[in-house]
């Protein structure tokens, strides 16, 4: 299982100690380190049934910065991705992949029922 997170993001921290908690075993990759690349984000985003406005980390700064909320619906599904692949900061965190399960975000009662 892969656990992708930023190490200061208070949510990711939960998620983090709620995986520990469960002896869930994982890889971490720290999301800015490492950003995810536009074939891994085509894929999970595939994988994960989600909208993809739904892997964009709306309450952070440089999406507000950058004024994505008008921009992103002018923008194809392509172009989004690219977006998304260019700087880990962009991307909704913490996200967690196993095989074929991709979840984004941390809602404990939806991670319980796809992991354990």
């Known amino acids: 299982m ?3 997170h930023y190490p200061k993001c208070t949510t990711c ?6 995986l520990d908690g469960n ?8 999301i800015v380190e490492n950003n995810p690349s536009y074939e891994e984000l085509k894929e999970w985003h595939a994988k994960s049934g989600l909208p993809l406005k739904k892997l964009f980390n ?6 507000k910065e950058m004024q994505l909320k008008d921009k992103l619906p ?3 599904e392509d172009e989004q991705l ?3 692949a260019s700087n880990g900061m962009l991307v909704k965190r913490p996200l ?3 095989g074929e399960t991709v979840l984004v975000g941390f809602k404990e009662a939806q991670w319980a029922e796809k992991l354990k």
């Open 82 to 84: 690219k977006l998304l």
């Open 74 to 76: 002018a923008m194809s």
């Open 96 to 98: 967690v992949m196993d």
């Open 23 to 30: 002896g869930i075993t994982y890889t971490e990759r720290h």
């Open 2 to 4: 892969l656990f992708i």
């Open 58 to 63: 709306t309450s952070g700064l440089m999406y």
């Open 13 to 18: 921290q939960k998620a983090k100690k709620w």
